[in-house]
């Protein structure tokens, strides 16, 4: 019975290999001797035993390589690019997982032309800019290289799902002489901002001097005005005083030189008082006082007011006598 026990082993072995599952984001390519056959989607499938053979499994599920090379410049600088590359099946249709299972040999040989399809679109972009465009130009690159492969990875059964530029440098000589202008821009920068400031405080210096002169010559203008008004006061009522003593001691027939006389004595005793170390020399004696009272009296011939008397008019008023 030997032959029975090899036909239920070979019958257990034929069955189990009938049944194929397939995981979840996953589909099975078929063969039948070398042919496309079918596709089996996720879960358990069946097949012909011997006859049908699974050629390929297919993940359907996004897909992620990392990318570093360089590109040139259109003023021949380096670009250092390091990138992340996004991608996906680009359906679950028949065609696509067709084109995806055999448009190449395996899955390193579409790896390989996938990285340098992407890597000739950036080189392509690049090559048209110039070194101070390129680092603004992440988002232009990756529009640019998805237009430029999007239709290719089609025809594979991909589609580009992300580009993302995640690092762009140049050779160390340039990105210091990059730092060098930055630098330069913003000392340059800081040195008109600080003119400018300079002008504005000194502008405003100016006005604010400007201003307390013409206040200060306003203030001083007033001052004097009404200083020349208190003079003339002054010497307006000093006058009307005088007018009146005068007419005073001219109705009690008196001298009227005895009004300078008190004046006299009165601003000698101002002085007294309010002089600090300054010397006046007098002449005390009764001939010195007579010659200044006459010498007063002199001053004033010809000023005083008239003087009505019964003989006529005179305008000396008699000189004081000796005592």
């Known amino acids: 019975m030997p032959w029975v026990i090899i036909l239920l082993v070979l019958f257990v072995f ?3 290999s ?6 979840q984001a996953t589909v099975a390519v078929i063969t039948q001797f070398g042919e496309y056959k079918r596709v089996m989607r996720p879960g358990l499938n069946f097949k012909l035993p011997i006859l049908e053979k699974v050629e390929r499994r297919i993940s359907i599920q996004n897909r992620s390589a990392e990318l570093e090379f360089q590109a040139i410049t259109e003023d021949q600088a380096n670009v250092n690019f390091k990138a992340l590359l996004v991608y996906a099946v680009f359906n679950q249709e028949e065609e696509t997982i067709k084109n995806v299972a055999f448009k190449f040999v395996n899955e390193q040989n579409f790896m390989q032309a996938l990285v340098r399809t992407v890597e000739g679109s950036v080189r392509g972009f690049v090559a048209t800019k110039r070194q101070a465009e390129i680092l603004g130009s992440r988002r232009d690159i ?3 290289v998805k237009e430029q492969i999007d239709k290719t990875l089609e025809d594979w059964g991909y589609h580009l799902i992300d580009l993302q530029i995640n690092d762009i440098s140049f050779d160390e000589a340039i990105m210091r002489s990059m730092s060098q202008v930055v630098a330069s821009k913003n000392l340059k920068a800081a040195a008109e901002n600080e003119g400018q400031a300079l002008l504005i405080t000194k502008t405003k210096q100016a006005e604010a001097e400007g201003n307390a002169i013409k206040i200060a ?3 001083e203008r007033q001052a004097a005005q009404l200083r020349g008004q208190g003079v003339a006061l002054f010497r307006e009522e000093v006058a009307k005083g005088m007018r009146n003593a005068a007419q005073e001691m001219r109705d009690a027939d008196l001298d009227a030189s005895v009004i300078l006389f008190s ?4 601003s000698i005793k101002h002085f007294a008082e309010n002089g600090k170390g300054n010397m006046i020399f ?3 004696s009764v001939d010195g006082m007579t010659r200044t009272m006459q010498e007063l009296v002199g001053l004033t011939k010809g000023n005083m007011p008239e003087k009505h008397t019964s003989k006529g008019v005179t305008n000396n008023p008699p000189p004081m006598q000796k005592s």
Do not use: K, N, Q
């Open 217 to 219: 010559a306003e203030a």
């Open 282 to 284: 007098l002449d005390g």
């Open 142 to 144: 990756v529009l640019y």
């Open 14 to 16: 034929i069955l189990l």
């Open 18 to 23: 009938s049944f194929v599952t397939v995981p």
């Open 263 to 266: 004046m006299w004595t009165e």
